[in-house]
């Protein structure tokens, strides 16, 4: 069964850090390209980061851009995102899915920055 569970969220004040982890299962990380997203309140869901099947090329969103870096373990075909220099404007929900994303969506973790 292809799952992909969402972890690492939190409440941080504005400046600080946090890691969102994203693990898969039934399927291979390296296999596809593979990002973040996120929905604040009242907003649509967002791009935020992706990073293709070989790990070696990286796309930003540009309001997370120098802030925010995507990486993956492909040992534990994990997922992760960096998130430094946070705004409250980065509160949100964060999702993990492939990229383009398909239709089924995790639950999420929650972000909330204070200011």
């Known amino acids: 069964q292809v799952q992909l569970v969402e972890s690492g969220g939190g409440l941080v004040q504005a400046g600080g850090s946090l890691r969102l982890s994203c693990a898969a299962s039934?399927?291979?990380?390296?296999?596809?390209?593979i990002g973040w997203f996120r929905q604040a309140p009242g907003k649509g869901r967002e791009f935020v980061a992706r990073?293709?099947?070989?790990?070696?090329?990286?796309v930003y969103a540009d309001s997370v851009k120098g802030r925010f870096t995507i990486s993956r373990d492909s040992a534990k075909n994990t997922l992760y995102l960096q998130m430094n220099s946070l705004k409250p404007e980065d509160t949100a929900i964060y999702y993990c899915?492939?990229?383009?994303?398909?239709?089924?969506w995790g639950q999420g973790t929650q972000v909330t920055v204070s200011s």
């Open positions: 039934g399927f291979t990380l390296d296999s596809y390209a």
């Open positions: 899915n492939t990229y383009p994303p398909g239709a089924r």
């Open positions: 990073i293709d099947y070989s790990g070696d090329n990286t």
